[in-house]
């Protein structure tokens, strides 16, 4: 009988447990399992910071083969044949596109009839597996896949996970002009997106702020120009006094703030020149409030930018991305740690304790 | 000997100093004032809240007339011939159109070389006058002048002041879509000249959120569809179930603040829609920080943006549409008090106390 | 029973026919009409211009009061409760939120599955009613309808048409800048509402070229500051002349295209200002090629846009312009020939020969 | 004595002539040229395609060393020191910064007052060296200077030329979103450096039009997806359905013109997807008028763009990026041809004949 590693508990070890398999709806898609990442996100739902209903299977960046088509499916969102045996991935929630945020407004990662997979469905009702920590995964009607080609690897893909797609999101919504110089707050694996993308899209020099030093090599090895060691150099103005020192002066011309906690955005605005802007993408969750001087805002005549999940375009550049800059942009090189699901407790402390750059399920 | 009320000390009157009229240098005017302007910023600065150097002659408002023309002087900003005794007005401060601001990154506004007229200029030294609270203006070379048509009032001008062409540059910079519905928070000069703008640009339901009654009422004289008036509905939960219950339960799809109070940043990115648009127009001075949680940029995936002065372009734009609005927006009743030089320290009050819509000096 | 005046052969007389009225499938809606307009499009159709199947019911403009409601129907695009009797609207064409134009490029209005009512279903099949010249009108399932507000009368809807929709698209997709100068080149339907979008979304001076002189009269009552008659200024070097005297000597900010003639576009462009933008609005029909010189777009540096149909954001907006501004821009007194089907030739005729403001059916 | 290759008459061969070093004024500077390129626009001057005033010394490509500094030059334009030695390049025109497309309308490329150097300027007048096609250059008071890093080979600069900073400014005003798919029509030194900016600047796949052979390899080397023979698919229809292909059935989200022949712009608008860009760059010269049918723009729904000429800052960001990618576009291999000025007409004849990638003068 197929299992899933099931969040019972905020802060509670996750349960291995076996789950009776569902039947297929006409327009859904049974899928196995071949990988599941284990985002951050993961680690903070686990202690309990969204106030999702459980049981819960965790997990929301997966790819698997098809296992069996509902009545229906004939295609992958890009127009392609699917079939079963073929390896896929999806986005993690889908938009109705007929709401006021949908259709009128355009902004359909505010669609209120999102729910994702991983967070916001309960496993202890059918059709039961809708998270990635499981040996399978249903793919409810108007799920957007993504078949995968064959010249990219499964790593690559869970390996890029939500941070690239969130980055993708972001940095769209803010706009990198060909040569703007880059500031990159964080060099998690959503920083290390950015700067992909970022670099990918035309900055001139991008300099990442982060640590510790395994992350900001890494850093190196995604094409950071600079980086800036936060155990080495401690002080916001220090940090400030470098950028501007790295930027002739004036600041970055965009700063891509990846860090999630409050301080990094009051830092952050200031490091940027005037007319600058400024993409608050790290703060998907609520890391509480700050004290913040709204006077920078206007005194420096900024663009301030939030960006909210991605939608499925986004997951559509991303697969194209990463299977033409395999070399340049080694998301592969993330996964660094595989588990089967009887050790999830374990796999979901390595990403807890940042051991890993990127934990994963593997089928056992 | 002409005369000039002179800041010497801050929260000091504002003593009555004559002064001998400068020599005329090539590039340079000399004006008549005809009327000058007392902002809320003068009041600010008077109580110290700007680190100037004093002595200064105040104000930044002003129209006058032309007395003298320097060599080479012969057109305005627009092209128009000038001549002696022609009535005209102008930008406070200019740029240097060379540096990194100016011609890299288009921010004129943050140009380094900029001084303004009123502010940045000690009087103990010639040409002394370069402030609108005295009896003449000198206009350094290249200063942006523009002579001002028949059909214009001059109280027209002065009463827009710099209220007008700032929250015409803070407009611009957001962008209002056609038929968006805007919340401008505060009912001050700047609140009143956003809102004027905001509707001129096509602004569906304008929502004016402020006080004292008298401004609310000048407000609805200016167009606004909704007033919310701050002393009757107090709480700023409040204020927000009001305004998603005028834009159909979402908030408004851009958000103005006019106010200068930290707070107001706070409740006023919540008015936004998901996906809106948020100005802080109201904090050319520091008033401060406060709590503020970055997590709401993030969340409603906002856009905001900074303003900082204006352009020539808004001055001249400004001209065009004083002249062409006189019924629908009439600046020119904002001008409620008169007072000459020898009354400095009484206008300046009538200022601080709200009791003005617009004080002002005009000639004795 | 229920009649139609149906196209059955391009230049033949409408014939008036006798339906059956359909079953109303779930989703769908069944309005009877109350006003259907004459759109300039119907006249370009029933000449051959559109390659469509035949027998077509015409009519693309129309408000209908619900006569039966299909299941699951209970809300307009807008959210508002509908019931039997409510006088509604709606676009007349559908995307289908999902595919590539649609879903990835936000390009709804290129979505391949879209089909006109009034334009591209035979009426020989049921549900038969699917355009405006009919007694009654079938809203197929997905139709985005929209309930009209009391204070709106249906003569505003009808006047405005869709002329009024496209020219807010067309607009959006150009941007206009507060205050800047435009030139509208025609005076028909859709250059009257580009006049009126333009106008009230902030522009300047707004210059209308165009004829015959009741159009230019009613240019003049919808705002336009200078008119320029194309029988009196006979040739494009003299309009060129004169608009470049109107601007200051540089050409227009913007120009708006609604003439539907090749040659206009190729003196349009050198009505722009250098850097200036260009929109492309009245060639929804194909009216053939014409000598172009594309340097002219490098030289002057400029922005050309197309625009094609619209989207019901649109509707929504236009619905809410035409209550507010109904003496600003008097939409409803565009009605000026009303008919009733049973003189439905007659009625078409007036619009040919432009006799009509717009005509329009009314119920017997 | 210095000497200069100037045209003296449209057609005839280029003259080697002796001219006296000019005075050096405050804020002009001499340089003595190092390398100084021959443009495809130089060939059609001297074809008499634009109407200018002769002797004209040609060449606007130039890089040199400092061989006299004018009373107050101490900086270049991005605010180095500048002493007598250094290497330079500089921008070819220079824009005065406050009129009316200087200031207002921030078009600076169409500056009335911009005259080009080896264009505008007569060579029989002091300071007579103000082309690139001799020993020396003076660069009057207020051109826009760069120093050069010692890292970064004349070659590159020179190879890169003006097609580099024409493509950057052109990309700019176009926008190319991440991953967009992009054509290139044309393989010529606009072609090929539109090809390494929309690379750099996120495309995805970009496929080039053009020919001969040799400029396709070079097309291949800065990397071109694909590229597609004008030898060998002759007809628009079969290249237009090769696109189709390589783009998923819908046309590039955008297309560059680069060749300069009015046909091609006919092709382009329809190799675009519905909705996409499509820039004009290649018509600098008047190549003639083409049938063009503007329904085009209005049914695919497209952006048309162009752009004159390039600001200092492309020349600036030309210079970072020439230096940071010497190995992913080795602008220094287009150099294939070098000729001392006493070889100019030979020089000359070899870029008219397309023997060369770019043929140069050198010291001699």
């Given at each position: ?8 508990a905020f ?7 076996e ?10 898609v049974?899928v196995?399992?071949?990988m599941a ?24 960046e997966?790819v ?17 044949a699917?079939?079963?045996g ?11 596109g007929?709401c ?44 957007t ?6 010249d ?5 893909v ?7 797609i969130?980055?993708?999101h ?6 990198i002009?060909?040569?703007d ?7 998690g694996?959503?920083?290390i997106a950015?700067?992909a ?8 020099k991008?300099?990442?702020?982060g ?9 190196r090895r995604?094409?950071?120009?600079e980086?800036?060691d ?10 400030l ?15 891509l ?12 605005m200031?490091?940027c ?30 663009q ?17 991305f ?8 080694p ?10 699901l009887d050790?999830?407790?374990e ?18």
């Amino acid at each position: 009988m197929p299992r899933a590693a099931v969040l019972t508990a905020f802060y509670a070890p996750l349960e291995l447990r076996e789950l009776p398999l569902p039947d297929i709806e006409p327009g859904a898609v049974l899928v196995r399992t071949e990988m599941a990442g284990i985002c951050g996100t993961d680690v903070h739902i686990w202690q309990g910071q969204m106030p999702i209903a459980l049981p819960v299977i965790l997990g929301h960046e997966t790819v698997g083969r098809i296992e069996k088509l509902g009545a229906g499916v004939e295609r992958d969102w890009t127009g392609q044949a699917i079939a079963v045996g073929d390896r896929v991935t999806w986005n993690s929630a889908v938009s109705c596109g007929a709401c006021f945020y949908c259709a009128e407004k355009k902004q359909p990662t505010r669609c209120p009839h999102r729910r994702a997979y991983g967070i916001g469905y309960r496993c202890d009702e059918a059709p039961h597996f809708l998270g990635g920590y499981a040996d399978f995964h249903y793919l409810r009607p108007r799920t957007t896949i993504f078949k995968l080609p064959d010249d990219l690897a499964t790593e690559s893909v869970v390996g890029a996970g939500c941070a690239l797609i969130t980055a993708i999101h972001g940095v769209e919504r803010t706009g990198i002009a060909w040569q703007d110089s880059v500031v990159v707050q964080g060099a998690g694996p959503v920083g290390i997106a950015a700067l992909a993308v970022a670099k990918s899209a035309g900055a001139g020099k991008v300099i990442v702020i982060g640590g510790p030093k395994p992350r900001l090599e890494m850093a190196r090895r995604f094409g950071a120009d600079e980086v800036i060691d936060i155990d080495e150099v401690r002080e916001p103005a220090a940090r400030l006094a470098l950028v501007r020192q790295l930027t002739g002066g004036y600041g970055a011309d965009v700063v891509l703030e990846c860090v999630g906690i409050p301080a990094a955005v009051v830092e952050g605005m200031e490091l940027c020149r005037d007319g600058g802007k400024y993409l608050i993408l790290g703060h998907y969750c609520d890391a509480g409030p700050v004290m913040w001087n709204p006077h920078v805002v206007t005194r420096k005549q900024l663009q301030v930018f939030g960006s909210w999940s991605s939608e499925p375009r986004h997951l559509r550049q991303a697969i194209e991305f990463l299977r033409a800059n395999r070399e340049r942009f080694p998301f592969h090189e993330m996964v660094t740690h595989r588990f089967t699901l009887d050790r999830a407790n374990e796999a979901l402390a390595a990403t807890a304790n940042w051991q890993a750059a990127k934990s994963v399920f593997v089928a056992s």
